[in-house]
């Protein structure tokens, strides 16, 4: 018998913007998404997949390959099964439809990284409804490397939030954000200095904005650690953070004590 059904939610972005009114090519993370997936799959809990559109995320190459898994090919290659065949990841629902069939039918909402959810999750509206229910029934939201940034579509007007943040005016933006459900939790997101690597070795241009950033800049503590590329989560309340790609399986873990918990 399941223990619940959990919502994850993907973005449809598959570009975006750099410095120099560029784009760059971009996706959702494999291992960010599969490992909690599979991990709640494997305690018992059932997954609905939802995106803004209803169509399937695009996995970013630059996470399509075992390095992400230990330089496991096993582990990879049971992922890449999961992520391709498995009726969860292929069933995708939109935003809106989760909302309307009844968002009190999940235990918990997981948003996985890659840099496509601060093009299109960040300032979704759907989201923001989806992220207000959670918060007022303080069931686990858990969010992963990049997704925390779409934290920010839980506040009135996300979009202009993130323009100010693109126009490189942080007050801006916080004045924008002083409604944010967020403001003053702990919470962790991809580092700046993370964000630099992949600026220099993935993308080959700069963004314009980073993640630790514009969380601060809504009104959340942010704490990343001091070694890139480092596991590390943050418990807040509801809120449970996971810094970058090699926090997925203890996220995952943290997210099925709160679980379990409640």
Known sequence: MSKGKILVIGSN??????RGNGWGATGQYLNETVVPAMALVDAGYDIVLATPDGTKPTIDAASDSPAHFGDDEAAYAKARAYFDTDPAMNAVRTLRQVI?????????VFVPGGQAPAVDLMQSAELGEILSHFHATAKPTALLCHGPIALAAAMSDPRAFRAAMIADDPAKASEWASDWLYRGYRMTVFSASEEKVVEDHILHAKMYFDMPSALTAAGGEVVTTAVDFAPHVIVDRELITGQNPHSDHPLAARLIEALDRA
């Open 13 to 18: 972005a598959t570009r975006i913007e750099v």
């Open 100 to 108: 309307a069939e009844g968002l009190d039918a999940y235990a918990a």
